[in-house]
T-cell receptor
Framework: AQSVAQPEDQVNVAEGNPLTVKCTYS??????LFWYVQYPNRGLQFLLK??????LVKGSYGFEAEFNKSQTSFHLKKPSALVSDSALYFC????????????FGTGTRLQVFP | GAGVSQSPSNKVTEKGKDVELRCDPI?????LYWYRQSLGQGLEFLIY????????KSGLPSDRFSAERTGGSVSTLTIQRTQQEDSAVYLC????????????FGPGTRLTVT
């Protein structure tokens, strides 16, 4: 079965510092991995995806993610955090064996302090 | 262009009543998904529509839940005889067909059953 894990419920970082939000995956076959962000009382916004190709994927709002096959990880990163990045972040894997639905991690709340 | 829209944004209903939630996907997106976001269960898949094919209902939690998609576009999720455990945010997403395409989410409908 496809699954993702986000080991941290919350990540705190000072504005201007680099941030990392962790995600590990377990899949059968090739992984199709996604990151979404959710601001308060809003739906999920797509940030970036890994399908194939370069292990470093660049996405919206200056975010990037590094796909690491040997560590089965897909960590979200940003070189310099902004207070406005504070939100709930979800890692997800596409279940290519069943409807292509997204299977989500439990989410990580990112808090960026001024 | 226009994104995924959902209505109503908020719905408060009494236990035992029926509710209908509406989703209007992005034009041209043949795949449509319903998810539910709740505190105890996180983000969970409910139902999937692809074009004119029969929907995949494997995620529906009980037979009180049903959904339809008319004309390959607008979808309605119906919950009959609502229970308090149905209280959640119901999210709709649409995408182009295929595992490599990201899903775009609507703002959600927050359902509260009193």
């Amino acid at each position: 079965a496809q699954s993702v894990a986000q080991p941290e419920d919350q990540v705190n970082v000072a504005e201007g510092n680099p941030l990392t939000v962790k995600c590990t995956y377990s899949v059968s076959g090739n992984p199709y991995l996604f990151w979404y962000v959710q601001y308060p009382n809003r739906g999920l916004q797509f940030l970036l995806k890994y399908i194939t190709g370069d292990n470093l994927v660049k996405g919206s709002y200056g975010f990037e993610a590094e796909f690491n096959k040997s560590q089965t990880s897909f960590h979200l990163k940003k070189p310099s955090a902004l207070v406005s990045d504070s939100a709930l972040y979800f890692c997800a894997v596409r279940d290519i064996w069943d409807t292509d639905k997204l299977i989500f991690g439990t989410g990580t709340r990112l808090q960026v302090f001024p | 262009g226009a994104g995924v829209s959902q209505s109503p944004s908020n719905k408060v209903t009494e236990k035992g009543k029926d509710v209908e939630l509406r989703c209007d996907p992005i034009s041209g997106h043949t795949a449509l998904y319903w998810y539910r976001q709740s505190l105890g269960q996180g983000l969970e898949f409910l139902i999937y529509f692809q074009g004119n094919s029969a929907p995949d209902k494997s995620g529906l939690p009980s037979d009180r839940f049903s959904a339809e998609r008319t004309g390959g576009s607008v979808s309605t999720l119906t919950i009959q005889r609502t229970q308090q455990e149905d209280s959640a945010v119901y999210l709709c997403a649409s995408s182009l067909p295929g595992s490599s395409y990201e899903q775009y989410f609507g703002p959600g409908t927050r359902l509260t059953v009193t």
